[in-house]
């Protein structure tokens, strides 16, 4: 019935979690982008859960080069 644990070592779990860390701040910044203009509150959002999920400045800048760059999300923001 409940879901069984797997057996899996604490660094796996770690390696997991920041995973998922990474992919759920890179899909947040996506949304935002395909939004439109980052607003000030969207700024302190981004800024807030940079912190929350242990984003560093520079992977913070390397997600807006790629949203910036990303022909899909300019074109959704555009639209």
């Not at 920041?18 to 890179?26: A, K, M, N, P, T």
């Amino acid at each position: 019935m409940w879901p069984m644990k797997l057996d899996m070592t604490r660094d796996e779990c770690r390696g997991v979690l920041r995973r998922l860390e990474l992919e759920s701040y890179s899909n947040v910044v996506s949304t935002f982008r395909a939004q439109g203009a980052l607003s000030k509150e969207k700024a302190r959002i981004l800024e807030e859960l940079r912190k929350l999920l242990h984003i560093s400045q520079d992977r913070h800048k390397a997600e807006a080069r790629r949203v910036a760059n990303d022909e899909q999300l300019t074109t959704v923001a555009d639209t």
